[in-house]
């Protein structure tokens, strides 16, 4: 199966700073990743699926991008609202495998 | 617009079964791939199986084998996750999602239903 690692496990980050997040896959993946952002009690939410299309209502901040199989999600000029988790998955292959999560939290 | 609706919360004994419900509203279940997904408290998510449009068959991660079942009620729009032989590391909410052509994202998710493990 596919392994995807996330870093760093939590991030600090001011408001209005970005915040710049990794996901590595063990194999190649080709741009089958998608991501998500989860608030405490809440089910994720799909952010950017493809390596960097933009779900429906997803802020323009949100971006992502896609160097062999590394994929970064970048959140530019971060808001109160954009704290929270976040996972990448990848559906290039079964079985689907998440990684395993980063914090965005405030600094 | 499609809307998943779960079933309540669970508490069950170990070595019980349990199986969760899940409506889907403003669309046909047949023309869907729903997947479940859960996440045990503090932990990531984990994908456990769902429906694959392509070949007309349940697919299940091998790590649930034998011991799930993923079913759907076509006329009522509701599918089902029964897993038995309960541990208490099965205590997690389980999320139920939908790909649009597996494998593929998951858009939307329910909300979620917590099954609790304990004797």
């Known amino acids: 199966e596919v392994l995807m690692t996330q870093s760093p496990a939590t991030l600090s980050v001011s408001p209005g700073e970005r915040a710049a997040l990794s996901c590595r896959a063990s194999?190649?993946?080709?741009?089958?990743v998608a991501w998500y952002q989860q608030k405490p009690g809440q089910a994720p939410k799909l952010l950017i699926y493809a390596t960097s299309i933009r779900a429906t209502g997803i802020p323009l901040r949100f971006s992502g991008t896609r160097s062999g199989t590394e994929f970064t999600l970048t959140i530019s000029d971060l808001q109160s609202e954009d704290f929270g988790l976040y996972y990448c998955?990848?559906?290039?292959?079964?079985?689907?495998?998440f990684g395993g999560g980063t914090k965005v939290e405030i600094k | 617009q499609v809307l998943l609706v779960q079933s309540g919360a669970e508490v069950k004994k170990p070595g019980a079964s349990v199986k969760v419900s899940c409506k889907v509203s403003?669309?046909?279940?047949?023309?869907?791939?729903l997947h479940w997904v859960r996440q045990a408290p503090g932990k990531g998510l984990e994908w456990m199986g769902g429906?694959?449009?392509?070949?007309?068959?349940?697919i299940y991660a091998q790590k649930f084998q034998g011991r799930v079942i993923m079913t759907d009620d076509t006329s009522t729009d509701t599918a089902y996750m029964e897993l038995s032989s309960l541990r208490s590391d099965d205590t997690a909410v389980y999320y139920c999602a939908l790909i649009s052509a597996p494998p593929n994202w998951f858009d939307p998710w329910g909300p979620g239903t917590l099954v609790t493990v304990s004797s």
């Open positions: 998955q990848q559906y290039n292959n079964w079985p689907l495998t």
């Open positions: 194999q190649t993946v080709s741009t089958n």
């Open positions: 429906f694959d449009s392509e070949h007309g068959e349940q």
């Open positions: 403003g669309y046909n279940l047949r023309e869907l791939s």
